[in-house]
Nanobody, 127 residues
Framework: QLQLVESGGGLVQPGGSLRLSCAAS????????IGWFRQAPGKEREGVSC????????NYADPVKGRFTISRNTSKNTVYLQMNSLKPEDTAIYYC????????????????????WGQGTQVTVSS
């Protein structure tokens, strides 16, 4: 069964960049659509970005469009989230998960029924 582990978070100043990684094991990522989510203190978890299983469709939440980029390396079985021009409001725990689908015209992504949420990786944007 697919298992995902997030990494790459940290403390960064406003305007800085981070690249998050979502490493898969137990199965190959090309069989799954993958989403990135985040949860800020006191707020509900929300979708940030997604990629279709084929890798041809990506989508983003409005607040991150133009700043974040999702990608994957199939040889490493890893999905990435490149985050540029970070803002304090991007502070959150970031999670990746298999999702039902990623469509360019439908938002937000919905976590698939199988598997549980991982530990996530903390991103803190502060001066």
């Amino acid at each position: 069964q697919l298992q995902l582990v997030e990494s790459g978070g940290g403390l960064v100043q406003p305007g800085g960049s981070l690249r998050l990684s979502c490493a898969a094991s137990g199965s190959t990522l090309v069989n799954y659509a993958i989403g990135w989510f985040r949860q800020a203190p006191g707020k509900e978890r929300e979708g940030v970005s997604c990629m279709s299983s084929v890798g041809d469709i990506t989508n983003y939440a409005d607040p991150v469009k133009g700043r974040f980029t999702i990608s994957r390396n199939t040889s490493k079985n890893t999905v990435y989230l490149q985050m540029n021009s970070l803002k304090p409001e991007d502070t959150a725990i970031y999670y990746c998960a298999a999702i039902n689908y990623c469509l360019g015209y439908r938002w937000p992504p919905v976590k698939a029924d199988f598997g549980s949420w991982g530990q996530g990786t903390q991103v803190t944007v502060s001066s």
